[in-house]
């Protein structure tokens, strides 16, 4: 009997959510999907506004570490933290290394920036109003690796053809996100692939069929999903 009450209250709560009204359309928005902070200067700053032209809303930022901690204290701090955006306004949140002689100086280092909105309280009753979150990731780029704009160092990956696909090697002391992997171009941005990210100096294995000439697209700095061909000798290919 008490196990009928239970489903019965779990069926009446779904019911709920299925005829209340959602106001859950994405309002607060960033202006990038991904930030790279250049070690050489002392802060970074993103844009963000409030795309609800009738109602304000709060703001709450934080950084997470790699294993997606939220960070209470340094090396990065993130301000303000919470701010309030009326209808349609922009603002700014601005990241800032307090103690970046505390991360590696030869290496990224991979955080996660997460951005909340936080609805105003509703007048009406019925409503159901979902706070939505984006979370993107956030790169610290020592002074030492800085590159030119628009390089690329993604063409230093190497593919090893084992069993049921690949082992993808990161030579470089780089992140690196690869979202597609094919026979051509063409499959390699549109096919079905598992995205992955390769830490600096390190690799991941696979899966997928084993090409002749395989075709990789990996995401950069600007949020492009640029893709390179490779050429293979035995089981080992590079980019070419």
């Known amino acids: 009997m008490k196990n009928k009450q239970i489903t019965a209250r779990i069926v009446g709560i779904f019911i709920t959510l299925l005829i209340l009204p959602l106001s859950g359309q994405a309002a607060v928005t960033l202006d990038r999907t991904r930030v790279v902070f250049d070690g050489g200067g002392k802060s970074v700053s993103l844009n963000i506004s409030n795309d609800n032209q009738q109602q304000p809303y709060l703001a709450q930022a934080w950084l997470e570490d790699e294993q997606q901690n939220k960070l209470l204290t340094g090396p990065l701090v993130i301000t303000p933290p919470v701010q309030r955006l009326e209808p349609g306004a922009k603002s700014m949140i601005r990241i800032t290394a307090a103690a970046s002689s505390q991360l590696p100086q030869d290496k990224e280092s991979l955080f996660y920036?997460?951005?909340?909105?936080?609805?105003?309280?509703?007048?009406?009753?019925?409503?159901?109003?979902?706070?939505?979150?984006?979370?993107?990731?956030?790169?610290?780029?020592?002074?030492?690796?800085?590159?030119?704009?628009?390089?690329?160092?993604?063409?230093?990956?190497?593919?090893?053809?084992?069993?049921?696909?690949?082992?993808?090697?990161?030579?470089?002391?780089?992140?690196?996100?690869?979202?597609?992997?094919?026979?051509?171009?063409?499959?390699?941005?549109?096919?079905?692939?598992?995205?992955?990210?390769?830490?600096?100096?390190?690799?991941?294995r696979v899966k997928s069929a084993v090409y002749t000439k395989p075709y990789l697209t990996y995401i950069n700095d600007y949020g492009g999903r640029p893709t390179l061909a490779f050429r293979c000798s035995g089981s080992r290919c590079v980019a070419r």
């Open 113 to 204: 920036l997460n951005l909340r909105e936080i609805p105003p309280v509703s007048d009406k009753p019925n409503v159901l109003q979902i706070a939505l979150q984006t979370k993107i990731k956030l790169f610290y780029r020592p002074k030492a690796l800085k590159r030119d704009p628009g390089s690329v160092w993604q063409d230093q990956l190497v593919l090893h053809a084992e069993g049921g696909g690949y082992r993808i090697e990161n030579p470089t002391p780089y992140y690196v996100t690869v979202i597609g992997l094919g026979g051509s171009e063409k499959q390699s941005l549109e096919g079905d692939f598992e995205t992955v990210m390769l830490g600096p100096n390190g690799s991941a």
